[in-house]
């Protein structure tokens, strides 16, 4: 009976610690990460997305005090939207080429890619709540209801 009870519960615990691995996490993306999941700003004339779900690039910077500030909601927003959305920020003291292709003068800026159409960009330390307007109304993601 001991026996069954460990192995209940490290079956248990292993299957909580696995669950926490396929969370969406906001990634971080360099010059060839943005190629390669977003858009080939080098090789390509045109828009072609390589995403299949909507996309939010911050562009940042790890001095920028408005971009720390604005870090922890598109964490949250990440984590509540789950895999209906992909959130990546792309610092641009060290991603210097997709900054420049994009025209980054300001941060934060955010491109705002729909899974259809053309991104837009927006410059500025956004509330929460403009982020989630632009998702709906840009991006046509379905709003989340939260629990609390």
């Keep these: 009976m001991r026996n069954l009870i460990k192995s209940t519960f490290l079956l248990g615990f292993v299957f909580l610690s696995l669950a926490g691995f396929s969370q969406s996490k906001v990634i971080a993306l360099d010059d060839e990460g943005f190629k390669e999941k977003v858009f080939d700003f080098v090789n390509e004339k045109e828009w072609v997305f390589k995403g299949d779900k909507p996309v939010i690039v911050d562009f940042y910077a790890t001095w920028c005090g408005p971009c720390k500030r604005v870090a922890p909601i598109l964490e949250e927003l990440q984590e509540e939207y789950g895999d209906a ?64």
Excluded at 97 to 120: C, D, E
Excluded at 122 to 132: E, I, R
């Design 85 to 148: 959305i992909q959130i990546y920020k792309v610092d641009t003291d060290k991603a210097r080429a997709v900054s420049a292709a994009f025209g980054i003068t300001s941060i934060p800026s955010f491109l705002f890619i729909p899974a259809q159409g053309q991104p837009q960009m927006a410059k500025g330390a956004f509330p929460k709540a403009t982020f989630v307007k632009a998702l709906t109304e840009v991006m046509g993601v379905k709003e989340v209801v939260s629990e609390k």
